[in-house]
């Protein structure tokens, strides 16, 4: 171990955990240092939002601290309950289903529903935590180039396996774009499917914070959709919306749901408030989408590298090796600008990148401060 460590010292892939104090938002203290913030998931600054922290007042009051069990004994609590049903309603599925995390839910979601026998059918870029999930469920994992719809026909359509699934991220994490939803949902017709999407990013961002889901995606019962809640919902959890029976299947079957412990119901009661003010939160979004604007605009000439096509928060600077990426990221953070490097496990082998994100809880000005420093640094 330790000369892995040192070789992935001389690697520059080393990775680091940075020392937060205080909340999180887009002006944070890390490791001492006062820096505006690129890099969080939190794109609506719902994270330290003063109504979901008194929401978590008023529930630790109410019911303590700890869930004390699993749902299935005695952990499920009317919190997690009330905060299902109000996201089926809100994303338009019949049901939902809380996990404690995005990993647990992909883990459950995944070795639930399709068997050893069974294919699993994932996009190259696909979140590591839908990799190992197809690698958990024991179905053959067949991978095809990203957003290439032409290759995963042709597997589709070569397969022989008893039930398939196709599984998506529908905001890639790592490079901002979308997956073609209703081109996927094609397929999964054409080809007796499921179709999974794994809606982390876009829940809260996308269509008035409905997320990625297109209208006949909502309307499919074939189509499973995740939404993460530590991300643009600020809290934390995930939750999985499907027909109902697949809900209920879920509730009986799915290990990771079942064999953990219940998030802390204070979660949920946050949760319901994030719900309110996502669907709320039109002037939240506006701003974000001018800052993207602002953001694209700013670095059209930069001779650095380029942002990847994104409509996203997420807007990846593209620059190649590892090296040059941890470089820039440093001499940012010099400025007080926090933009982490992105390096390979985590992306292919020399696209690292400045994974630059956006938030609502930014001015005109950080964005302007950012766009100004990358020009000179470069
Ligand atoms: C963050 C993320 C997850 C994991 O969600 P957590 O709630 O953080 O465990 C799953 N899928 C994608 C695409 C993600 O970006």
């Excluded at 330790?2 to 992935?8: C, F, I, R, S, T």
């Excluded at 600020?234 to 499907?242: F, K, L, R, T, W």
Aim: with cysteine; proline share 3%; charged share 20%.
């Amino acid at each position: 171990m330790q000369q892995g460590l040192e070789a992935l010292k001389a690697d520059h892939l080393e990775r680091r955990r940075r020392l937060l104090d205080g909340a999180q938002g887009a002006h944070v203290t890390i490791d001492g240092q006062r820096v505006v913030s690129f890099c969080s998931n939190d794109y609506l600054g719902l994270a330290a939002e003063p109504a979901l922290v008194a929401a978590a007042h008023v529930a630790l009051d109410a019911c303590g601290v700890g869930a004390g069990a699993a749902h299935l004994i005695t952990g499920h609590h009317r919190f997690h309950h009330d905060f299902e049903a109000a996201f089926a309603r809100f994303v338009g599925k019949p049901a939902a289903l809380l996990f404690s995390t995005g990993y647990l839910a992909n883990l459950g979601v995944l070795t639930t529903l399709v068997s050893r026998q069974g294919e699993l059918f994932g996009d190259k870029l696909n979140h590591a935590s839908l990799v190992d999930a197809a690698q958990l469920s024991g179905a053959s994992l067949t991978r095809y180039r990203h957003n290439d719809l032409v290759q995963l026909e042709g597997q589709l359509a070569a397969s022989t396996a008893q039930d398939k699934i196709i599984a998506t991220d529908l905001v890639f994490s790592m490079d901002g774009d979308i997956a073609p939803v209703d081109a996927l949902l094609d397929l999964a017709e054409r080809y007796d499917a499921w179709l999974y999407l794994d809606d982390a990013h876009g829940f809260g961002v996308l269509n008035d914070g409905r997320g990625g889901m297109t209208d006949r995606a909502r309307a499919s019962d074939r189509v499973i959709y995740l939404a993460t809640l530590g991300k643009a919902a600020g809290v934390a959890g995930a939750a999985v919306a499907a027909h109902a029976s697949v809900i209920d299947w879920l509730i009986q079957k799915a290990r990771p749901y079942i064999y953990t412990t219940a998030s802390p119901p204070l979660l949920a009661a946050c949760l319901l408030e994030s719900l309110r003010q996502i669907e709320a939160g039109d002037a939240r979004r506006e701003r974000l989408r001018s800052h993207i604007a602002q953001l694209r605009q700013g670095l059209a000439g930069l001779r650095l590298g380029s942002l990847m096509p994104s409509a996203t928060p997420i807007q990846p600077l593209l620059i190649g090796a590892n090296a040059d990426a941890v470089r820039l990221s440093q001499a940012l953070l010099q400025r007080g600008l926090l933009v982490p490097a992105i390096r390979t496990p985590t992306v292919p082998i020399n696209t690292a990148r400045l994974r630059i994100t956006l938030s609502a809880a930014h001015s005109a000005d950080d964005v302007a401060q950012l766009v100004e420093a990358l020009h000179v640094v470069a």
